[in-house]
């Protein structure tokens, strides 16, 4: 199935944009957790959201999942690690899937994260964001993982499993899965190294270990790795007032577009590139 739009994002700006393709019968694929924004949800007090005056972030962030679950919007709670642009449409890689819409629209929230040295050179050369995806290339060798949340510690032992020696990284607090083959890395990943391939790691530290592959395991990907070409501004996707990236049929909305980081400005851009998308897809048909 082609959809319509893909959605990448479940925050106040992809909540916005879904809203208003279903109100226009648009068919979406919309990626993001199911909790919504976690951002929002964390907000002590919002006093400039219209209508809401001194709302908790917890209490909009329920009036958001409330909306949605009533107007019968369906998230899908898979990380996309990959977009290929492909003529008038897009192919979108989540986890182990294939899925390919029309247009797209980034709603991915600030991207803090920066991708540690030679990551970026070695994308599909033994590095890897989707376990489940390439798990299988490591059977019997010797693998490094970066773990950025508890929700991918199965991940991990999906990984050890299947390599002979895993290394790993700890992006947050815990003890993480105590595994014969595992070993954790007295400091965080600092570099990835290697010539036509992945050959060895690097920690902050200094301390080196040989891999035959390197998994990072995060919350989100770069923008600049999940989309080849996009044109960036730092941290940001730039856009014009249509909310156009430089991408043809690829729109963004929302704190990754810059500041200000409000949730009134993140909805209002998600309602402008869904009415510019909607355009998009109107020229498309005539075509």
């Given at each position: 199935m082609t959809?319509d739009?893909?959605i990448?994002?479940?925050?106040?700006?992809?909540l916005?944009?879904?809203?208003?393709?279903?109100l226009?019968?648009?068919s979406?694929?919309?990626?993001?957790?199911?909790?919504?924004?976690l951002?929002?949800?964390?907000?002590?007090?919002?006093?400039?959201?219209p209508?809401?005056p001194?709302v908790?972030?917890?209490?909009?962030n329920e009036?958001?999942?409330?909306?949605?679950?009533e107007?019968?919007l369906?998230?899908?709670?898979?990380?996309?690690?990959?977009?290929?642009?492909?003529?008038?449409?897009?192919?979108?890689?989540?986890?182990?899937?294939?899925?390919?819409?029309?247009?797209?629209?980034?709603?991915?929230g600030?991207?803090?994260?920066?991708?540690?040295?030679?990551?970026?050179?070695?994308?599909?050369r033994?590095?890897?964001?989707?376990?489940?995806?390439?798990?299988?290339?490591?059977k019997?060798?010797?693998?490094?993982?970066?773990?950025?949340?508890?929700?991918?510690e199965?991940?991990?032992?999906?990984?050890?499993?299947?390599?002979?020696?895993?290394y790993?990284?700890?992006?947050?607090?815990?003890?993480?899965?105590?595994?014969?083959?595992?070993?954790?890395?007295?400091?965080?990943?600092?570099?990835v190294?290697?010539?036509?391939?992945?050959?060895s790691?690097?920690?902050?530290?200094?301390?080196t270990?040989?891999?035959?592959?390197?998994?990072?395991?995060r919350?989100?990907?770069a923008p600049?790795?999940?989309?080849?070409?996009?044109?960036?501004?730092?941290?940001?996707?730039?856009?014009?007032?249509?909310?156009?990236?430089?991408?043809?049929?690829?729109?963004a909305?929302?704190?990754c577009?810059g500041?200000?980081y409000?949730?009134?400005?993140?909805?209002?851009?998600g309602?402008?590139?869904?009415h510019?998308?909607?355009?998009?897809?109107?020229?498309?048909?005539?075509k």
């Amino acid at each position: 199935m082609t959809y319509d739009v893909c959605i990448i994002g479940t925050g106040p700006a992809g909540l916005s944009a879904a809203i208003n393709f279903k109100l226009h019968n648009k068919s979406v694929i919309w990626f993001g957790s199911k909790d919504m924004s976690l951002k929002v949800e964390k907000s002590e007090k919002i006093a400039n959201y219209p209508g809401l005056p001194y709302v908790s972030g917890k209490e909009l962030n329920e009036k958001f999942l409330a909306q949605a679950d009533e107007m019968g919007l369906e998230i899908t709670d898979k990380l996309v690690t990959n977009i290929s642009p492909m003529g008038n449409s897009f192919m979108i890689l989540a986890d182990n899937e294939v899925f390919e819409a029309k247009a797209l629209l980034l709603a991915t929230g600030a991207f803090t994260a920066k991708p540690i040295p030679g990551e970026e050179e070695f994308i599909g050369r033994g590095v890897s964001y989707c376990a489940t995806c390439d798990g299988f290339l490591y059977k019997g060798k010797t693998i490094a993982v970066h773990c950025g949340s508890e929700k991918y510690e199965h991940e991990v032992e999906y990984l050890a499993e299947i390599a002979d020696k895993v290394y790993l990284s700890m992006g947050y607090k815990g003890n993480g899965p105590e595994l014969a083959n595992v070993e954790k890395l007295a400091s965080p990943l600092g570099k990835v190294s290697g010539e036509m391939k992945v050959t060895s790691i690097e920690t902050v530290k200094g301390e080196t270990r040989d891999v035959d592959g390197v998994f990072m395991l995060r919350n989100a990907v770069a923008p600049t790795m999940l989309l080849g070409g996009l044109e960036m501004d730092g941290p940001h996707m730039v856009v014009d007032r249509e909310m156009k990236t430089n991408v043809k049929g690829c729109y963004a909305a929302g704190d990754c577009t810059g500041r200000p980081y409000q949730i009134t400005k993140a909805v209002g851009e998600g309602n402008v590139a869904a009415h510019s998308i909607i355009d998009y897809l109107s020229e498309l048909d005539k075509k």
